[in-house]
């Protein structure tokens, strides 16, 4: 709230200080990573996450996905999901 930046604005840079607009950087993350084979589910809490030799199960409300790895993004939440 405190910068009133013109729209279409994506990042300020002045030698001791930068700004990038965080919506647009994840946004532009998110597209490499699916044009890279990633995908993302959404409004899909996990339950568990388990290794399962070399892959790794995440079940969620939804189901049960196995990948050959996760990403996870931490958060304050994130430690009673990964207890243990």
Do not use: N
């Given at each position: 709230?405190?910068?009133?930046?013109?729209?279409?604005?994506?990042?300020?840079?002045?030698?001791?200080?930068?700004?990038?607009?965080?919506?647009?950087?994840?946004?532009?993350?998110?597209?490499?990573?699916?044009?890279?084979?990633?995908?993302?589910?959404?409004?899909?809490?996990?339950?568990?996450?388990?290794?399962?030799?070399?892959?790794?199960?995440?079940?969620?409300?939804?189901?049960?996905?196995?990948?050959?790895?996760?990403?996870?993004?931490?958060?304050?939440?994130?430690?009673?999901?990964?207890?243990g």
């Open positions: 709230p405190q910068f009133s930046l013109p729209d279409g604005t994506i990042g300020l840079w002045q030698p001791d200080y930068a700004l990038l607009a965080a919506d647009a950087c994840v946004a532009a993350l998110q597209r490499e990573a699916a044009r890279q084979g990633a995908a993302f589910r959404f409004e899909e809490p996990v339950l568990t996450i388990r290794p399962v030799g070399a892959h790794v199960e995440i079940e969620t409300g939804h189901g049960v996905y196995a990948a050959d790895r996760a990403i996870l993004a931490a958060g304050s939440w994130m430690g009673p999901l990964l207890r």
